[in-house]
């Protein structure tokens, strides 16, 4: 398993937002994908002096290695109207299948005038490439967030 802790993730972070800073990208909207993207959008946020962002839930994994056939937004709906015309970020802890950050990038595409996609880890078999990417892996990651059970 790929183990990422607080520490690492602060790394992770601010490496990922030197390169979208390195590129030229000048976003004016985050959109972090709820649950596990949250705390990375609120990370990137900061680190790029951007305080519009938006979050759209999306859920897809069950479990451990456990997922619906597709991947299904939650409520509430993101406000598509507030993104219009505007350049977009879309964060994610990780692209393992692609199908979550392509259903996000698929929805947001009509309305903005440009969009990118941002991850800590990406997976060889992800149908979608994020345009910054910290780490590719195969393996399943430990994020600091979820490696312990839940308290309920």
Same mark, same amino acid.
């Given at each position: 398993?790929?183990?990422?802790? =607080?520490?690492?993730f /602060?790394?992770?972070?601010?490496?990922?937002?030197?390169?979208? $800073? @390195?590129? /030229?990208?000048?976003?004016?909207?985050? $959109?972090?994908?709820?649950r596990? /993207? &949250? +705390?990375? *959008? *609120?990370?990137?946020? =900061?680190?790029?002096? &951007?305080?519009n962002i *938006?979050? $759209?839930?999306v859920?897809f994994y069950?479990?451990?290695?456990?997922r619906?056939?597709?991947?299904?937004m +939650?409520?509430?709906? &993101?406000? &598509?109207?507030?993104?219009? @015309?505007?350049k +977009?970020?879309?964060? @994610?802890?990780v692209?393992?299948? *692609?199908?979550?950050?392509k259903?996000?990038?698929?929805?947001?595409?009509?309305?903005?005038?440009?969009?990118?996609?941002?991850?800590?880890?990406?997976?060889?078999?992800?149908?979608?490439?994020? @345009? =910054?990417?910290?780490?590719?892996?195969?393996?399943?990651i430990?994020?600091?967030?979820?490696?312990?059970?839940?308290l309920?």
């Amino acid at each position: 398993r790929e183990e990422l802790d =607080y520490a690492g993730f /602060g790394v992770a972070t601010r490496e990922l937002c030197q390169q979208v $800073v @390195d590129s /030229g990208y000048e976003p004016d909207w985050i $959109v972090a994908i709820a649950r596990g /993207g &949250l +705390l990375i *959008g *609120g990370a990137v946020a =900061y680190a790029l002096s &951007l305080k519009n962002i *938006g979050v $759209v839930n999306v859920e897809f994994y069950t479990d451990v290695e456990e997922r619906r056939e597709v991947p299904v937004m +939650l409520p509430p709906a &993101l406000n &598509l109207a507030d993104l219009a @015309d505007t350049k +977009l970020l879309i964060v @994610d802890d990780v692209a393992d299948t *692609g199908e979550t950050l392509k259903l996000v990038v698929d929805t947001c595409a009509p309305v903005v005038a440009e969009i990118r996609s941002l991850v800590l880890y990406e997976k060889p078999r992800s149908i979608h490439s994020a @345009d =910054y990417v910290w780490r590719h892996t195969d393996q399943w990651i430990n994020f600091p967030w979820s490696t312990e059970p839940p308290l309920r």
